[in-house]
């Protein structure tokens, strides 16, 4: 088999030289010039040279040198990278090294005792699972708290009606979608976040149906759940707003993960490991 480069390996210059030559860049790979004897044909007992088939010429010799000198210097910076170069059937056209196989994924990590103490209480008293998180240090403690059934069939229906207020015109049914699911997403944070506070300061509690609804400042017909959100997104910088999304995430994935093993008995007991 010819030996091959990369298309990804050659530079912007390169691939344009090749392009101006008539080299067929679409297969990912150009060969490199190889030394071919004259075809020839058989007329009777007498062997004749006959004229060489058209191709695309072979890229130049300094483009097929200036490419493996950068690969070689890329693979030394990389110290035992490689690679696998295989065609669409599964065939291993080049390799390169040791193709290295990927670690496995960190262990999940285990969820707390009193996480899952204080869930069970929550749950089986029909109150609000909520959970304290510290950050920058301590200096900011937010806490988060699960939502009922009925809110979180407001915050999608509230997705869908704010169309009325930001309308998704001319856009594909897909992207409509994710935008409406990034609102529900949105809902999703605005009626968990239960409490903030500061160091030296009182907690801020939360609470969506105590927000006043203005129709100058969030539009005529605007819900309470509608409010409180443009509320808080005036009101948060994108700092805080980025590390408490982050936060939510991490309370929502720990509450799936205890939904996920309701029907497993041998998480909930004192000394099982998760």
């Given at each position: 088999?010819?030996?091959?480069?990369?298309?990804?390996?050659?530079?912007?210059?390169?691939?344009?030289?090749?392009?101006?030559?008539?080299?067929?860049?679409?297969?990912?790979?150009?060969?490199?010039?190889?030394?071919?004897?004259?075809?020839?044909?058989?007329?009777?007992?007498?062997?004749?040279?006959?004229?060489?088939?058209?191709?695309?010429?072979?890229?130049?010799?300094?483009?097929?040198?200036?490419?493996?000198?950068?690969?070689?210097?890329?693979?030394?910076?990389?110290?035992?990278?490689?690679?696998?170069?295989?065609?669409?059937?599964?065939?291993?056209?080049?390799?390169?090294?040791?193709?290295?196989?990927?670690?496995?994924?960190?262990?999940?990590?285990?969820?707390?005792?009193?996480?899952?103490?204080?869930?069970?209480?929550?749950?089986?008293?029909?109150?609000?699972?909520?959970?304290?998180?510290?950050?920058?240090?301590?200096?900011?403690?937010?806490t988060f708290q699960t939502?009922?059934?009925?809110?979180?069939?407001?915050?999608?229906?509230?997705?869908?009606?704010?169309d009325e207020f930001e309308?998704?015109?001319?856009?594909?049914?897909?992207?409509?979608?994710?935008?409406?699911?990034?609102?529900?997403?949105?809902?999703?944070?605005?009626?968990?976040?239960?409490?903030?506070?500061?160091?030296?300061?009182?907690?801020?509690?939360?609470?969506?149906?105590?927000?006043?609804?203005?129709?100058?400042?969030?539009?005529?017909?605007?819900?309470?759940?509608?409010?409180?959100?443009?509320?808080?997104?005036?009101?948060?910088?994108?700092?805080?707003?980025?590390?408490?999304?982050?936060?939510?995430?991490?309370?929502?994935?720990?509450?799936?993960?205890?939904?996920?093993?309701?029907?497993?008995?041998?998480?909930?007991?004192?000394?099982?490991?998760?």
């Amino acid at each position: 088999m010819p030996d091959v480069l990369r298309v990804s390996d050659l530079t912007l210059e390169e691939l344009h030289a090749l392009e101006a030559q008539g080299t067929d860049l679409t297969k990912g790979v150009v060969p490199v010039p190889q030394p071919k004897a004259a075809p020839r044909a058989v007329v009777g007992d007498a062997v004749l040279p006959t004229s060489k088939p058209l191709e695309a010429p072979p890229p130049p010799a300094d483009v097929v040198a200036r490419a493996r000198e950068r690969l070689a210097a890329a693979q030394d910076l990389a110290g035992d990278s490689s690679f696998e170069e295989r065609s669409k059937t599964g065939e291993l056209l080049a390799k390169q090294g040791e193709v290295q196989t990927p670690p496995p994924p960190a262990p999940e990590a285990a969820v707390e005792e009193t996480d899952k103490a204080a869930f069970l209480i929550a749950m089986l008293g029909g109150s609000p699972f909520r959970k304290a998180y510290r950050l920058f240090g301590g200096k900011l403690e937010v806490t988060f708290q699960t939502r009922g059934a009925h809110v979180d069939a407001a915050c999608a229906a509230q997705a869908y009606r704010d169309d009325e207020f930001e309308p998704l015109v001319n856009l594909e049914v897909t992207v409509k979608q994710q935008l409406r699911m990034n609102r529900y997403f949105d809902y999703q944070f605005v009626t968990s976040l239960h409490a903030m506070a500061a160091t030296g300061s009182p907690p801020r509690v939360f609470d969506v149906e105590a927000t006043a609804v203005d129709p100058v400042k969030h539009g005529a017909g605007a819900s309470k759940l509608r409010a409180t959100k443009l509320d808080l997104d005036k009101e948060l910088s994108q700092p805080i707003r980025v590390a408490l999304r982050s936060v939510h995430t991490k309370f929502e994935n720990l509450v799936a993960k205890m939904t996920m093993e309701a029907n497993n008995p041998d998480f909930w007991e004192a000394d099982s490991v998760t």
